[in-house]
């Protein structure tokens, strides 16, 4: 019989309330601030679609994010190690955040106090509603009933194909974070030309420019296409998901809209699901933000 294990994720995940409760996973909030006095837990003191309100409203003023302490951790970590029940921690890309270092931390000040306690941090090397889509095939394997040590080896395995390619309203968010360059920023206001970026292997990389959002959310389509060409695998041996920001009935469409694309091109593309891109990615990318995450499954049919 397989080992019983728990799964925990830091807030970059961004899953629903309701899905991490249905699938029996925890996951430790960051924080955001909008005057960089008061933080408030993500989704716990504010919830996302306030977060986004506010942002949208308080022109001029850019929220901070900050990390899970080690102290956050612990106090999820103990009730796991008391009763013998293994943990996969699941976090944040390391080069976004120091989110997994807290995590380690806290797991060294767990088994001072019990030393038999199985806690493995896994640096998931992406980030937002991929990192849930990760999340969501650990998940999968347990319920499925791989064991402890195969599912985490077999997410070390997967992280690696993980792709998120998106755009944004405009940079001015990217550019007040030091994500570009001041001079392309103003570029971009001038001339209404948006980034299409690609995050793989924990960092983002710039791919192509587009005016209008029709053409730089259509490249961010083609991005994802080429990839799942290059895989030499079957669509359905991928998760796929559509974030989105504050504009919900944007994210939809285009959803739909991927759905047909896809689905005309012969792959058998059964649902993508929709995820509200959180606080922790969305202070960087303003309430706009729009894309793909795709990862390879940790189980196949």
């Not at 030393?115 to 493995?120: G, L, N, S, T, V």
């Not at 994500?179 to 103003?186: E, P, Y």
């Not at 053409?215 to 290059?230: P, V, W």
């Amino acid at each position: 019989m397989s080992e019983a294990f728990h799964i925990i994720s830091d807030g970059s995940c961004d899953l629903p309330v309701e899905l991490v409760k249905e699938k029996n996973i925890t996951v430790v909030p960051f924080y955001v601030s909008f005057d960089d006095a008061h933080y408030l837990k993500e989704n716990v003191d504010i919830g996302i679609r306030e977060f986004y309100r506010q942002m949208v409203e308080k022109k001029g003023v850019y929220p901070k994010s900050s990390m899970p302490s080690a102290q956050d951790y612990v106090e999820v970590f103990q009730p796991y190690a008391k009763e013998g029940i293994p943990v996969i921690c699941i976090c944040i890309t390391t080069k976004f955040s120091g989110s997994m270092q807290s995590a380690v931390s806290a797991r060294d000040i767990v088994l001072e106090s019990w030393p038999d306690a199985k806690i493995q941090v896994i640096d998931s090397t992406v980030d937002t509603v991929l990192q849930g889509q990760f999340v969501l095939e650990a998940a999968a394997m347990r319920d499925r009933g791989m064991g402890y040590e195969e599912t985490a080896a077999r997410l070390e395995e997967i992280k690696g194909t993980g792709r998120i390619f998106f755009t944004v309203g405009n940079m001015e968010y990217l550019q007040h974070g030091g994500r570009i360059g001041k001079v392309a920023a103003v570029a971009g206001s001038v001339l209404g030309i948006r980034p299409i970026i690609t995050l793989k292997q924990g960092e983002i990389f710039p791919s192509g420019i587009g005016r209008g959002r029709k053409h730089t959310t259509e490249k961010a389509l083609g991005l994802l296409l080429d990839y799942l060409a290059e895989g030499g695998k079957k669509a359905e041996d991928y998760s796929i998901v559509v974030g989105f920001g504050y504009d919900e009935e944007e994210g939809a469409a285009f959803r739909d809209h991927a759905l047909e694309v896809l689905r005309g091109k012969g792959y058998g593309v059964k649902e993508i699901p929709l995820f509200q891109i959180g606080a922790t990615i969305g202070v960087h990318t303003g309430p706009y933000p729009l894309g793909f995450g795709v990862i390879e499954r940790g189980i196949h049919g």
